[in-house]
């Protein structure tokens, strides 16, 4: 029965007239009431969706901030974009940016990072820059967050998010309807029955009256009122004890508002768990890990046991990402850390009550994954289960594709309390043990040890040195020449990378191009080494009247860059240069991480003329069908056999096989590593084209080549202008 007729009957026999004041006033009352509580829900409302959505923005901020560590400090822009591309895909986040210390945009979620370098100037990035913590701002549409990337102690920039505040303001907007819908209702339908009461009520009515309206409608107002103050709170719990099964308008809000209830603590719920568990594979995620290992830390320091990390990352991940796309690696991720949980026994994990799946398990981002051994009697414990890990890891993977690949794990392990008894410094030991394992020659284990921190922190010095020396300018390339055993005249140049460090002089080649290899920065140094080489020959055709090739050492790592010969020919072309003016070596171990694309970028290669060289030919497979598939135009004889081959009879044997294959091959060859006059003569004897070495010329600047060819003009193959369209016919 609604309250209108309810009331109306009620009303009935209270006619006395001597009672219009009192029905008055409490008429007056109860529109004061309703007014009240009308105001009171909306603002509630507001304040609870403004602040949950704050909360879940901070979460969500505080787990990227700590996913993009790694991927920023090692400028992964794959694995940025997919860290940014996930919360992107979440219905109310409007943009999410990855920007530096200075302010300037890194990543913005898109794979072509059009706006890359960009200062961000709003007034909120200037005090984002300076906060230590996250930081808020909330306009009419939007609520910006952002919260600084650290690795360590070192900041290296920042994340934002911007939600968008537009759901919140429909929600708002569509509950305060509802509720001055329905307190306008029952306004209006109690008009008349104030009305009625004026002329109908009695003394003892009235009384009756009052209370009833006081039972009936305000308390349970204020009921309502109470809950929504609990959920402002956080207190999100079921509502208990509301009027949900009147059939009234009372009746309705009440059940509106649990309904709204319910509905937010799922949404917290959810929140919840995606800020501690990884989206991709639903395992517990860095956040979660470190709750737990903290817990463990304190129960193995209580009751006296070691426990174990274990840290796993997937080998050759990157070439998996690169070669077959993202949705292949997550999809390898996913099905990896389903064996990984159930390559692990439930004594293997920790015991402290929680109730997620795979609770000694995690993945801390990219292909890096955590297991937490607890309560470990022995090594050969901890050794067996990661042969159980590598052992599934080295099983293939059937992707939904079709395609079966075949991956491995490094394993570094460390040890509490041998290792360290504090959480970061464990995560860090087993951090470097993993790398250790992987130097190892991968798919293997390696336990923590003292000397490993000071490798790494060896390599640490020498990475921040390179990068320093790329910034100011301390490599500078040397050229050694190349001579025709026909005439003894130059015919080209190989381009060597040389490092003088102010402090700790020459540092071999040998020494930072694994550590520029490791981090990335073989693709930008690699393109400089290009670009300067190709200048440098443009400017011996300009102004030294000399025309000769540059030979240019790649790594494997480059050979990943599907870009490659695109930026190649963009560098040729803006120097004007014919392909032939730029030659490629490269090793057989350079082109075994990947055959199949190193085989397609090196005809794309091919294709615009460019020299393919194999350089130290003869310590590796030294296969006719090797050269064959990586279009090679020539071989480089390895100057170990070079320097044995006037006493050693294997050497000199090795020397002219490589030699005859090569001719039959149509291949030219050059020899490496001259030292006498005796080498020099043997070689012209065995029929080698080019000849390289001490004995002839050592490496040595442009500046001092460039003397070379004006002292010795007969050495050099003059330059003309129809050199180029000679070439290009």
């Not at 970028?601 to 090797?626: K, V």
Request: hydrophobic share 40%; proline share 3%; charged share 20%.
């Amino acid at each position: 029965m609604k309250l209108q007729t309810r009331y109306s009957l009620l009303l009935t026999g209270m006619i006395l007239s001597v009672l219009v004041v009192l029905g008055t006033l409490l008429f007056i009352q109860f529109r004061i009431t309703l007014k009240n509580g009308l105001d009171s829900s909306s603002q509630i409302l507001e304040a609870n969706l403004d602040k949950q959505l704050e909360r879940n923005g901070t979460n969500l901020n505080h787990v990227l901030a700590i996913n993009l560590a790694n991927p920023v400090y090692s400028f992964d822009t794959e694995e940025m974009y997919h860290q940014l591309q996930s919360v992107l895909s979440l219905p109310s986040v409007e943009y999410a940016i990855i920007y530096d210390n200075n302010g300037a945009l890194i990543h913005e979620g898109e794979e072509e990072i059009s706006r890359y370098g960009e200062l961000l100037t709003d007034p909120f990035m200037t005090n984002a820059l300076k906060a230590e913590d996250y930081l808020t701002q909330k306009s009419d549409s939007i609520l910006d967050v952002s919260h600084p990337l650290f690795i360590g102690s070192q900041q290296l920039g920042g994340v934002r998010v911007g939600l968008s505040l537009t759901e919140n303001k429909q929600d708002i907007q569509t509950m305060g309807e509802e509720l001055r819908h329905v307190f306008e209702q029952g306004i209006s339908e109690n008009l008349l029955l104030f009305g009625s009461t004026i002329l109908l009520i009695v003394g003892l009515f009235g009384v009756v009256l009052a209370t009833t309206i006081s039972r009936n409608i305000t308390r349970p107002i204020k009921l309502l009122a109470e809950y929504a103050n609990n959920v402002s709170s956080g207190k999100i719990n079921y509502p208990v004890g509301l009027p949900n099964d009147r059939r009234d308008e009372l009746g309705e809000l009440s059940r509106s508002i649990v309904k709204m209830i319910i509905g937010l603590k799922e949404i917290n719920d959810r929140a919840r768990h995606q800020a501690k568990h990884d989206q991709l594979t639903n395992i517990p995620n860095r956040t979660l890990f470190n709750e737990y290992l903290e817990t463990a830390l304190a129960n193995a320091e209580q009751k006296e046991h070691e426990m174990a990390i274990l840290f796993i990352d997937l080998d050759d991940f990157k070439r998996i990402n690169d070669t077959l796309g993202h949705a292949a690696g997550d999809e390898l991720l996913q099905q990896f850390s389903k064996r990984l949980s159930s390559s692990l026994r439930a004594h293997d994990f920790m015991g402290v009550g929680h109730d997620e799946t795979y609770a000694g398990i995690a993945r801390l981002g990219g292909d890096e994954f955590t297991v937490l051994l607890d309560n470990i009697s022995s090594d050969e414990n901890i050794i067996r289960v990661a042969d159980r890990i590598l052992s599934k890891a080295q099983q293939p993977f059937s992707l939904s594709s079709g395609q079966e690949i075949v991956v491995g794990a490094s394993i570094g392990i460390t040890m509490y309390p041998k290792d360290g008894t504090e959480k970061n410094q464990l995560l860090s030991n087993a951090d470097i043990a993993m790398y250790s394992a992987k130097s190892r020659g991968k798919n293997n284990f390696a336990f923590f040890t003292s000397s490993m921190n000071t490798e790494v922190q060896n390599r640490l010095e020498l990475e921040n040195d390179l990068r320093s020396a790329m910034e100011n300018k301390q490599l500078k390339l040397y050229y050694q020449p190349l001579f025709s055993s026909l005439d003894n005249r130059v015919v080209g140049a190989e381009a060597l990378l040389r490092w003088q460090h102010p402090k700790k002089g020459f540092i071999s080649p040998d020494a930072f191009i694994p550590v520029a290899e490791q981090t990335g920065l073989i693709h930008t140094l690699g393109e400089w080494v290009i670009e300067t080489a190709c200048e440098q020959v443009k400017r011996w055709q300009q102004h030294s009247r000399v025309d000769l090739y540059c030979a240019v050492n790649i790594s494997g790592v480059q050979l990943l860059n599907r870009n490659l010969p695109e930026n190649i020919k963009a560098i040729t072309d803006r120097h004007q240069l014919t392909a032939g003016n730029l030659h490629i070596e490269l090793t057989e171990t350079a082109l075994l991480t990947n055959e199949e694309d190193a085989s397609n970028i090196l005809e794309e290669l091919h294709a615009q003329g460019i020299d393919i060289w194999m350089d130290d030919f003869g310590t590796g497979y030294s296969s006719l069908s090797f050269l064959k598939k990586f279009c090679a135009q020539g071989v480089k004889v390895d100057k170990s056999f070079i320097h044995d081959m006037e006493t050693d009879e294997d050497s000199r044997g090795i020397v002219k096989a490589v030699i005859a294959m090569a001719k039959s091959l149509n291949l030219r060859i050059t020899a490496e590593g001259l030292e006498t006059a005796s080498q020099v003569e043997q070689l012209r004897e065995y029929g080698c084209d080019n000849l390289q070495g001490y004995y002839l010329a050592r490496p040595m600047p442009a500046e001092q080549l460039s003397e070379m060819m004006i002292r010795l003009p007969e050495l050099f193959k003059p330059f003309n202008t129809n050199s180029v369209s000679e070439k290009a016919s």
